[in-house]
């Protein structure tokens, strides 16, 4: 059930022993989210803890530490943040989703209570704005949670979903301390040598489509395992592909781990990749957006995902 804000701010007043959730293969914008939402809420007094997620990158565990729920926490109220869709919560997940706050426009509305606004560049805004009128004093971790994830779900506020607010969170998070110039560094400029390898990878093996105008590149396990890539490696790899001039879409397949098909990560600057995505059962904004596809090989994952691509943007 879709709720307002409002409605948001008193389910979350009145809940206790909550246990937050972040999706697969966590960015800062979810885990950013959780971190900060699972500070103020210990602010308020609530008992509060993240829910396990067995693919936190090193990238954040700094930012996450101490938040972990211990293995006899037994949530009364769970809460999914940056999660449009349950398919895309860890195996793990507790079946019930008392409530999911997101801000992308495939959002399903799988809780028993939602509350999503797309017109939020990042998740993080959202967080931001609910802590501020749930009456939370925004402390130095909770301010450098959100800005990372509103960095890091803007590009360092380079994608063209960047808004205004967008700006004004950041720099409020700024004002309350938030070490900037140090998650900005981390985020985007600090690169393992694995990391330099897979981007020469992706560059030389890099394909043309839609007459120039499209890239695509496929990764697969042995690639990852020939340089000693790590998960945190593959990180926002396909917005690399939309730097070359004259590509305005690209498209990357990741074979993932147990080797049963592919996640399609696509960015745009000119094209609405969600219809892309939407395609496969995934989805997201219309400059980023994702899907998995299973049972299809690197060969005939490519070929679906290019004609895809012709389709919805014929």
Known sequence: ??????????????????????????????????????????????????????????????????????????PSFVCAVDVADRQLLCDNAPARIDLAIDHHPS????????YADASMAACGEIIYELLLALGVQIDVSMAEAIYTAVSTDTGCFCYNNTTSHTHRVGAACMDLGADWHEINYRCFRLKTRARVAMEGHLYSTMTACRGGEGAMAVITREDIARVGAAEDDLENLSSLLTQIEGVRIAALLTETPERDGFKVSMRSYAYDVSKVCAVFGGGGHAGAAGCTIKNM?????????????ERAHA
């Open 1 to 74: 059930m879709r709720i307002s804000f409002d409605v948001l701010t008193d389910v979350l007043r009145a809940s206790d022993n909550v246990g937050i959730l972040t999706h697969r293969r966590p960015d800062g914008d979810t885990l950013g989210c959780a971190a900060a939402l699972c500070r103020g809420l210990r602010q308020l007094g609530k008992t509060t803890w993240l829910l396990p997620n067995p693919e936190l990158t090193a990238r954040y565990v700094a930012m996450t530490e101490g938040l972990w729920a211990p293995e006899s926490f037994q």
């Open 297 to 309: 090989d690197r060969r005939q994952a490519a070929a679906a995902v290019a004609e895809a691509m």
């Open 107 to 114: 959002f399903t509305d799988f809780g028993e209570k939602g």
